[in-house]
């Protein structure tokens, strides 16, 4: 695995943080949605039925293609997953696309956001993770920047409260004394036969993590980007195509498309740039935190490609989007990365 010098660490203990118990909170309430809908699955039968073509391997390295029959609870631990999602992307080296630049990225711990964070300490960039209560997940994070040399701090907390967003990009800007790169990631996923079974309650946490995390970080952040500088925003194939079983998530992932848009128009004089990837399935703790055991061993099987993605497949698209030498002339759009055809 590619590394370089290490600069000097920034470490900051979630203990010392004034917003680090709210994500236990949030947790025990998305624990008890959870709870709730796995009662109503148990009484469903499995539909059982097997992908009819062999799965694609078109990538640098060969992927898994079988995924265990494994539930976790909310919010849901990478360390707890019995098989580890691929995320150091061995084959990819870095070329100084982001060096010396600041990145902030909520649901960093784990998954997509993990990934993320890799590669772009391996481009040259020190990252703020921002999550919610998974500690040990975020420790690893840590732990992988830093082995590329980058610095790393990690700050828990709530992204639905503006006040801790705000404290959040403090911290990262005085940690590295900019911010150039804003990563919205975090997410809040919970399917549900129909529209009847989703509870006030559950809408207005999908709502209020998807959406509103993402404007509160992208509000804060913005005073303190200046040209040059991007956001990236994590959509779904769901909200191109919509999803019969997520139907909450679904509505936040288009306006999550449609906020990309919008702050593009609304910075584009500034000089800065604003993207969004709309990943398809991708084995990360988000779907066995979700889904019944049975239905996770059958994840991704429904795309073209009849597999799920491993984050280092879509990690490189955020370094694309984050990079003025890559994409410098690029705003506004969302890019598909669903191993399927047509998704837009």
């Not at 404007?215 to 956001?231: E, N, S, V």
Request: proline share 6%; charged share 25%.
């Amino acid at each position: 695995m590619p590394t370089k010098t290490s600069r000097k660490t920034a470490q900051t203990s979630h203990s010392d943080r004034p917003h680090a118990d709210d994500g236990e909170a949030v947790a025990v309430k998305q624990r008890r949605i959870q709870s709730a809908q796995d009662r109503e699955d148990a009484k469903k039968p499995s539909s059982g039925k097997p992908a009819d073509k062999a799965p694609v391997q078109a990538g640098a390295s060969r992927q898994p293609v079988k995924l265990p029959a494994q539930h976790i609870e909310k919010p849901g631990l990478e360390a707890e997953l019995e098989l580890k999602p691929k995320f150091l992307a061995p084959y990819y080296e870095g070329s100084h696309k982001l060096q010396d630049s600041a990145a902030l990225i909520t649901g960093g711990d784990s998954g997509i956001g993990r990934a993320v964070a890799v590669l772009f300490a391996r481009e040259g960039a020190d990252v703020a993770i921002v999550y919610l209560n998974e500690h040990e997940d975020a420790e690893e994070t840590r732990r992988c920047v830093e082995a590329e040399g980058g610095r790393c701090v990690l700050i828990p907390g709530d992204v639905r409260d503006p006040a801790f967003c705000r404290h959040a990009v403090d911290q990262a800007v005085k940690a590295f004394g900019k911010l150039d790169v804003l990563v919205n990631n975090a997410a809040f996923q919970e399917h549900a036969e129909s529209i009847e079974d989703i509870t006030d309650e559950r809408f207005d946490e999908t709502l209020r993590t998807n959406v509103y995390g993402y404007f509160h970080m992208a509000r804060a952040a913005l005073p303190h980007m200046g040209k040059g500088g991007a956001i990236i925003n994590t959509g779904s194939v769901t909200g191109l195509e919509g999803s019969a079983h997520l139907l909450d998530y679904s509505t936040t992932k288009g306006a999550i498309h449609a906020f990309t848009k919008s702050l593009a128009s609304n910075v584009l004089q500034r000089g800065i740039r604003v993207n969004a990837v709309a990943p398809g399935p991708v084995w990360t703790p988000l779907n066995p935190a979700d889904s019944p055991a049975e239905k996770v061993a059958e994840f991704g099987q429904n795309t073209d490609m009849r597999r799920a993605a491993q984050p280092e497949e879509l990690s490189p698209a955020y370094v694309f989007l984050a990079s003025p030498a890559c994409s410098g002339y690029i705003t506004g759009i969302v890019l598909p990365v669903t191993g399927s055809v047509g998704a837009i």
